[in-house]
């Protein structure tokens, strides 16, 4: 079992930045992709930005040029950086990562908690 723990929400005013960090922990052979979903009230989950184990990203072309994700790989950690804020940046952020772990080769996904992210205008 893998765990992935978010932190770095909070609340900003429109044009404020905030970073978001998420850690992995526990039995992991490896981590391939990992990445950050939000969902904001009455809206579904979306894909925000992604990093590959070589450094590889993607992003969502509304937050391009904006945000900037990265990922510590001794530390099993991937971040967000998020500058130029909106108020529809407001979501529940979320960190998911693709991972091998030591007790099987069989890949799996697992999602943090979620940590909230509002902006205001």
């Known amino acids: 079992q893998v765990q992935l723990v978010e932190s770095g929400g909070g609340l900003v005013q429109a044009g404020g930045s905030l970073r978001l960090s998420c850690a992995a922990s526990g039995s992991i052979f490896s981590i391939n992709a990992m990445g950050w979903y939000r969902q904001a009230p009455g809206k579904q989950r979306e894909l925000v930005a992604d990093?590959?184990?070589?450094?590889?990203?993607s992003y969502l072309d509304s937050v391009k040029g904006r945000f900037t994700i990265s990922r510590d790989n001794a530390k099993n950690t991937v971040y967000l950086q998020m500058n130029s804020l909106k108020p529809e940046d407001t979501a529940v952020y979320y960190c998911?990562?693709?991972?091998?772990?030591?007790?099987?080769?069989?890949?799996?996904?697992?999602w943090g908690q979620g940590t909230q992210v509002t902006v205001s205008s």
């Open positions: 998911n990562a693709d991972y091998i772990t030591r007790l099987s080769p069989v890949r799996q996904r697992s």
């Open positions: 990093i590959s184990s070589g450094g590889h990203t």
